[in-house]
């Protein structure tokens, strides 16, 4: 049995979720973090109370860069503050 996810950051911008629950997608991966700024991407908000609202399982992510190789443990506090205690089915991600 397949289970249809995908993953999400702001270059998909404003996302229909009610399209996607109906296009079979249960489960989205979603961008956190700039990496950079250490400041949440502005879509992270409006996409997690999309998957929520229409029944998409969630989980989190953020890449590891140049700052994250220098402090890992700045970039894993920021994100677990944006994160603030967020309910996620399929956890958190690291890429790299």
């Known amino acids: 049995m397949s289970i249809l996810g995908i993953d999400v950051s702001h270059h998909q911008k404003t996302i229909d ?27 992270f908000e409006a996409n997690y109370r999309g998957c929520t609202a229409n029944g998409i399982k969630r989980g989190a992510y953020i890449f590891l860069g ?8 700045v970039d894993a506090n920021n994100f677990l503050n944006i994160l603030d205690g967020r309910e996620l089915e399929y956890g958190i991600w690291l890429n790299r």
């Open 66 to 73: 140049s700052k994250s190789i220098e402090n890992p443990y």
């Open 17 to 43: 979720w009610g399209k996607v629950a109906k296009d079979g997608i249960k489960f989205a991966i979603m961008k956190v973090m700039n990496e950079r700024t250490q400041q949440p991407v502005e879509c």
